[in-house]
């Protein structure tokens, strides 16, 4: 089970009252610092961005590809540790706004993580020290540290012998 705080709202759907949830300025300056990042190619330029305007934890030697994308309202919730690859067109979330409520989680990418390209994170979940995701994942769940994990829905592919 992903770990999230749910937060219920209404009577309108909870996207219609995101700015009673975080600030429009905040999210303005998210949007713009993930949208140059995106593009930038300079690894530890991107790193910089990420820990200094978005609030990160990003550790050392990690490398994000091109066009991924944190978290836009939440991207203080994320943690990434060291000498991890994002790859290419990942989405990494920190909340998710259904219905009746909003509910945010914490996201934790261990040491040593390949995450592959278009890859999908959801909020609360925690990927262990040395996984690898397949390409075109989505998380759902925790993963073991050391496990090789892929699809939708998630399986398990090897675990560390």
Not at 64 to 91: Q, R
Not at 92 to 120: K, P, S
């Amino acid at each position: 089970m992903r770990r999230t705080e749910r937060y219920p709202i209404g009577p309108e759907n909870s996207l219609w009252n995101i700015y009673r949830t975080v600030s429009f300025w905040k999210v303005v300056k998210n949007f713009i610092v993930i949208q140059v990042a995106r593009f930038t190619p300079f690894l530890p330029l991107k790193n910089w961005m990420y820990r200094t305007f978005l609030h990160m934890k990003v550790g050392k030697h990690t490398a994000f590809a091109l066009m991924v994308v944190p978290d836009v309202m939440f991207p203080e919730k994320i943690t990434v540790g060291e000498n991890s690859i994002i790859g290419y067109n990942t989405t990494i979330l920190a909340h998710e706004y259904l219905i009746e409520e909003y509910r945010l989680g914490e996201v934790q990418i261990g040491d040593r993580v390949m995450i592959g390209a278009n890859t999908t994170i959801l909020p609360g979940v925690k990927i262990g020290d040395g996984a690898v995701v397949a390409a075109g994942s989505v998380v759902h769940k925790d993963v073991a540290p050391g496990t090789v994990v892929g699809g939708n829905p998630l399986r398990v592919i090897r675990t560390k012998s």
